[in-house]
C-alpha cells in the first residue's frame, strides 16, 4: 500500500506550509477566531483528502474492478458530511467561518497543485514518458 502512497510527502508537505501561512495571516488580520478557522480549513483538507487517498489506496488494492463505485460512495458520504457542518457553523454564526472557507480554498487547490507536481515529475515504472 505505501507504493500507492509515495505522493503523501509531497502533498503533507505543502498542506503544512499553508497551514502556517494560512494561520499567520488570519491572525494578523483578524485575531484568534479567524485563526482557529484557518487551521480548521487545512484540517478539514488534509482529513479529506487523506481519507480519499487510503480508500483508494486500499480498494485498488483489494479490489480494483470496486474502485469506481467505491471511491464514489466515499466522495458522497465525505461531501455530505462537510455540507452538514458547514452548515452546522454558519448556523451558529461563528467569526470564523469566512476565514475556515477561505482556507480549504487555498488549502485544496495547494493540494492538488502539489499532487500534480509529483505526477508530472515521479519515476512511475509504469508510465513512459
Known amino acids: 500500500m505505501t ?9 503533507l508537505g505543502i498542506t ?20 482557529l478557522g484557518a487551521a480548521a480549513g487545512v484540517g478539514l483538507v488534509l482529513v479529506s483528502h487523506l481519507v480519499s487517498n487510503l480508500v483508494v489506496a ?10 469506481l ?7 458522497a458520504v465525505k461531501f455530505a458530511a462537510f455540507g452538514m457542518v458547514m452548515f ?6 461563528w467569526p470564523g467561518l469566512f476565514a475556515l472557507g477561505v482556507t480549504v480554498i487555498a488549502a485544496t487547490i495547494a493540494w492538488i497543485s502539489a499532487q500534480l507536481y509529483w505526477i508530472l515529475h515521479a519515476k512511475i515504472y509504469y508510465v513512459d514518458v
Open 16 to 35: 503544512g506550509v499553508v497551514l502556517v501561512v494560512s494561520v499567520v495571516i488570519a491572525a494578523l488580520a483578524g485575531g484568534v477566531t479567524p485563526a
Open 3 to 11: 507504493e500507492r502512497l509515495r505522493h503523501l510527502p509531497t502533498t
Open 69 to 75: 463505485p467505491v471511491v464514489l460512495m466515499t466522495y
Open 88 to 93: 452546522r457553523v454558519n448556523q451558529a454564526q
Open 58 to 67: 486500499w480498494v485498488d488494492m483489494v479490489a480494483r474492478h470496486m474502485l
